[in-house]
């Protein structure tokens, strides 16, 4: 890092965020400029705990920072978890039930810690650390394996009584509807995430009706990712843009509820859909939320995709412990 | 009133409830106890504004209770209103448009004044004057000829961006579902409040299906409420039962998807739906929320009905008002 040891004697912050398959860590300065970074995947080939596998990610980037002193750690992991205490509930990809993150990582570091739910700290970084951060309301909405969602009310992340509020994947849109991950049907999520879209695709492909599909990824559901579906369309294989763009409409039909329920300011659409096929996916979501949205709640509301890619996590989370320790609420 | 002039040299607080057909102003001592009530309906015979009747609704409720000296008014009114400036932006039915509703009342009584939605001065009046005030996160539902909704996360009323958050009644669970009053489809409105009841039950009527319910409203929508379907369903009518179910249940995907949204500690159902057929709209509101919000979301949610009836406006506003003096937030 041509950054390290920049620091000496300032302290920096760490932001990381903890995903299903691979985990990131980054250091940041005062200025909040990233000096240190450190990436590896969730889960380790021999094994191995996930919680390990985290501190040492953690450990890394703070070496590649230049081993400044570290003033506090924010983490955006999986949930459902709770906020207040930093113990993820359950999150069975990572092994954990009932895992106090927060203290192992406080006591490991000895620093301030605070653990959320990666949407919630990811919508919290697109929020803090974008022209943005002016607004007070702010839901951002995270089309991708899943849908995620994170909620802004008056500057504050959304919680709610259980910690765990934001489940904008789960809300019913068609009572009856397709099976979801969950369990349930009908869920936003089992119309309109990747699976949902890529099911869809896999059938046409098997009908022959999406020639570059086929070629390219068969007919495996798991092989129809974002990207691959962006240039199908862009080939001109114009009954997948009708699945995605169907499934973007439905994801407008959510938001448009949430803005009828929130009232926010700005929405912030996110994650892998959104940024293969970014113009695409906000159209229908725009025509979604004009048709679905009351008209006094919707006007002047903006719809804006998502600015910080990967980094959304980790920034996010840097800034909210650094503020944390600024308003004194963080626990060493 | 027995207890007029009581208070003499107190102060009290009025609680004022506009609605569409009528209205009630209570006054309540410093004890909360309510010493004077005025009601009137809405609009007049030979026209007259609505704000001159709101202002003499007010001044009789206080000469009712002795005329006390009076420290504040709290207002319960259809929306959209903005309730940061008290101002009426558009309830066609009272003949407001941009109506500047606080500063009147404001200046007529000279005394500091709130406005806020009706629905969400009701929730917090079910909340603030029962057993429920220890709560941080409630949720109010109200289904009636149309479903008002208010919402309280950690202890104050949500209002968002635009002030108007909380229109639980227009999120659409069902795309291209039934028409609703506000122009789109699909609303949980337009396939559970007491006119799309009323819809289906008068069909039901017009083929003999529902003997009580001809007997007694003949086929008119408007004529079909809710007492009577209650008593029609007594009389053995199972087909309007099972009306009355579905729609109920339509109620429990709503609160199903606020509950995987907002995470509520308390979901309060109130209105003249639930007043009716409390038992059976309660059960398949249950059945909906276990069916479509998420397990960690769900558990420890009390499902309750509204306590006060017609008087939960009228307190909320007091309530309202009241608090915000004492906070000091109250603009004279």
Redesign the interface.
């Known amino acids: 890092m041509t950054n390290a040891g920049r620091l000496k004697n300032k302290t920096a912050i760490v932001g990381m965020d903890i995903g299903g398959t691979k985990m990131m860590a980054a250091v940041f300065d005062q200025k909040f400029h990233k000096i240190g970074v450190c990436r590896k995947k969730s889960r380790s080939k021999n094994g191995g705990e996930t919680e390990m596998r985290v501190i040492k990610v953690i450990r890394e980037a703070i070496e590649n920072a230049g081993n400044p002193p570290i003033a506090g750690i924010g983490v955006g992991s999986p949930g459902?978890l709770d906020p207040a205490t930093g113990v993820i509930?359950?999150t069975p990809n990572l092994g954990w039930k009932n895992f106090p993150l927060a203290h192992l990582l406080r006591e490991t570091f000895k620093t301030p810690v605070v653990v959320d739910n990666d949407v919630n700290v990811g919508t919290y970084g697109e929020w803090r650390c974008t022209a943005l951060r002016s607004?007070?309301?702010v839901l951002g909405v995270f089309p991708g394996t899943g849908i995620g969602?994170g909620?802004i009310?008056?500057g504050?992340i959304?919680?709610?009584?259980?910690?765990?509020?934001?489940?904008?994947g789960?809300?019913?849109?068609?009572?009856d509807g397709p099976f979801c991950g969950?369990g349930?049907r009908g869920c936003l999520e089992a119309l309109a995430s990747r699976v949902a879209i890529a099911k869809e695709v896999a059938a046409l492909a098997a009908r022959e009706d999406a020639p570059y599909i086929l070629e390219h990824c068969g007919t495996d559901v798991n092989a129809i990712r974002s990207g691959v579906l962006a240039r199908a369309i862009e080939a001109g294989e114009t009954m997948v843009e009708e699945v995605v763009r169907k499934a973007a409409y439905?994801i407008g039909?959510g938001v448009?509820?949430?803005i009828?329920?929130?009232?926010?300011?700005v929405v912030v659409l996110g994650g892998g859909l959104v940024e293969a096929m970014e113009t695409l996916v906000l159209e229908e979501v725009e025509k979604a939320v004009a048709?679905?949205a009351?008209p006094?709640?919707r006007?002047?509301?903006r719809i804006a995709a998502a600015q910080l890619g990967d980094d959304a996590v980790v920034m996010g989370a840097a800034k909210l412990i650094s503020e944390r320790i600024d308003e004194g609420g963080a626990k060493k």
Not at 170 to 175: E, F, N, V
């Open positions: 459902p509930i359950d607004k007070k309301h969602g909620i009310i008056d504050k959304l919680h709610g009584f259980s910690g765990a509020a934001g489940e904008v789960h809300i019913t849109i068609m009572p969950c349930k439905y039909i448009g509820n949430l009828n329920v929130l009232s926010p300011e048709e679905h009351m006094f709640l006007k002047n509301v």
